[in-house]
């Protein structure tokens, strides 16, 4: 959970600077309906992933939907920490 504490502060970054070699500043130049496209595409591969027997496979695409879903948080100006709380309160 720490390192996806640091990747938010990352991606925040990367958001403010818009580095002109950087993947996660493309996804912010383009705008909110690349990045729910990326979401959907990744939550696509984790489906498949997980019908298949590669758990290694399933590891590497949950990573990406992960990742892309942090994109999402930072775009619209969320935290983690603000949907650990989310968590904690239905689930406390």
């Known amino acids: 959970m720490?390192?996806?504490?640091?990747?938010?502060?990352?991606?925040?970054?990367?958001?403010?600077e818009l580095p002109s070699q950087s993947y996660t500043a493309e996804l912010f130049r383009d705008g909110i309906d690349r990045i729910l496209k990326k979401i959907g595409e990744e939550a696509g591969e984790v489906i498949i992933a997980s019908?298949?027997?590669?758990?290694?496979?399933?590891?590497?695409?949950?990573?990406?939907?992960?990742?892309?879903?942090?994109?999402l948080l930072v775009e619209?100006?969320?935290?983690?920490?603000?949907?650990?709380?989310?968590?904690?309160?239905?689930?406390?």
């Open 76 to 92: 619209k100006n969320l935290s983690l920490s603000t949907i650990a709380k989310e968590l904690e309160k239905r689930h406390g």
């Open 2 to 16: 720490e390192f996806l504490i640091k990747l938010e502060e990352v991606l925040r970054k990367r958001k403010q």
């Open 51 to 71: 019908k298949n027997d590669n758990e290694k496979e399933l590891i590497h695409e949950i990573a990406d939907l992960v990742f892309h879903l942090e994109v």
